[in-house]
């Protein structure tokens, strides 16, 4: 049986297979268990988590089969424990089921480029990003661009490459992200060139830069991550899968591969099968288990302290902070403009993460404030001018009716626009407070450092005069816990702070 498997000390998928490549009559099989976007180390409503990721990858492995475990991105953050220790933990995890290929997404880089080389140099698996260089242009450590391996005398082809636009919305410092459509091309060619008979991307990728390479036909089968979609394409030529995220639902892409030669001419021909594991059906495996307790239990103590009461619902769906005023978005921006004493408060959407509603009269708590905002961002004032501000909010309001994590969340603001007219000029009444915003006049602003930095577009930012910079700041978390333990009674609603015409 062979198994892809890694020891630390092996950074290339051939060195894995530890038998020689054999002739054979029958097909070849290859299945391939995938996952992406997965943060939560525990289930949530008897699905996903890690223990029931183990016995779906433990069991495909122990099915006696060729079996490649693929990770398409987005995992050291964010999570509750991110917040903490910035992906120590899930690595550790992985670490025990070995990915035979890791693809980083552009939430591994949310800690920066310091902490995203620790994680990697922490974990036991191979990273895949052949579209990822430094500031001179070379590959990182422990980084690689594809791999081609031999599975039985078939040649397989195996690249992968990260989010080309993580520098606008994660933190990834000088490091350099190459066009993803480009790289996939060039590396396709060269595992061709290397003999490769079947290629495969993993990449951690929007959907339409995944249906661009999909329909391109620029390889085989495409594995891709980000969008957190349950997907499953197949034209006849080209494949392509993604596992929505936390492992509730588990793609598998089973690849037959039929290679043969007569009178000197190889013909190789292949096939897929999909098959997708509702984990909820999955008995959890308990070695994992244990291992996740031990991690829940650190955390517990600390983070199921009540803040207060809600005496409305609150919504953190993904669906309504990325294209809506909020409730919970509204006591976010509240809690940073009662913090900084600022004349109004601006907050990217994107950074509410908890995806989940609460009911009226239930508690707050501690864990749930780091639920939602889990990046560890921190709260900055700045000095700007209205009609920076009003570019600010023009840059938020620009992707709709596409969501977006720039869209606004405000304090002290009045914002009003019409979608129909061009991005950029859509804000068609702009007040704090109850007077009209003087494009020259200078207001006091607080908001995060990823938005202080550009991040999500928010560029007017970056000209801004720093009152209070990042390093001076306090967690975001930390001012929301302080302001709801504060009000007691919690009682944030949607008021027509930002009113859309459409």
Known sequence: MIRFRHAATVS??????????????????LSIVQVNDFYKM??????????????????????GKHVLFVHAGD???????????????????????KPDVFVPGNHEFDFGKDEYAKRVGEAQFPVFAANLRDAD????????????????GVKVGIMGATLEETPVISSPGDLKFANTFDTVGSQAKAMRAEGADITIAVLHTGFTNAWKVYSARLTDVVLTGHTHDLRIEY??????????????????????????????????????????????????DAEMAAKVK?????????????????????????????GAETA????????????????????????????????????????DVLSELPFGNKTVLVKMTG????????????????LGGGFPQVSGLTVEADLAKPAGSRITRLMIGDKPVDPAASYKVATNDYTLAGGDGYTPFAKAEALRPAEAGLLIANDVMVYARKLGHIAAKVEGRIVLKR
Not at 46 to 57: D, I, K, P, Q, S
């Open 42 to 63: 525990s289930e949530e409503d008897g699905r996903g988590g890690m223990a029931r990721l183990a016995a779906v990858v433990k069991a495909e492995r122990a099915a």
């Open 387 to 402: 009609a920076d501000i009003q570019a600010a909010l023009e840059n938020g309001l620009g992707k709709l009716p596409e």
């Open 235 to 284: 034209d006849g030529k080209t494949a392509m899968a993604e596992s929505g995220s936390d492992g509730k639902y588990v793609v598998v892409t089973d690849l037959t591969l039929d290679k043969t030669s007569k009178d000197g001419k190889t013909k190789f021909t292949w096939k897929p099968n999909f098959r997708i594991i509702d984990t909820a059906d999955v008995k959890p």
């Open 137 to 152: 242009g070379k590959p990182l450590p422990k980084h690689q661009d594809h791999e081609v391996i031999d599975v039985e």
């Open 294 to 322: 031990v991690y829940e239990d650190q955390l517990g103590k600390e983070l199921d302290v009540e803040l207060g009461t809600l005496d409305l619902p609150l919504d953190t769906r993904t669906a309504s902070v990325r």
């Open 75 to 97: 995992t050291f953050s964010p999570s509750l424990m991110s917040g903490f220790d910035h992906g120590q933990s899930i690595v550790d995890l992985f670490n025990a089921l």
């Open 12 to 29: 290339a998928l051939a060195l894995s297979l530890l038998a020689p490549a054999l002739a054979h009559a029958d097909p070849v099989k």
């Open 328 to 367: 919970f978005g509204n006591l976010v921006a509240d809690a940073l403009r009662a913090a900084t004493g600022a004349d109004a408060a601006i907050t990217n959407g994107g950074g509410i993460r908890g995806n989940k509603e609460y009911l009226a009269g239930k508690p707050l708590t501690r864990r």
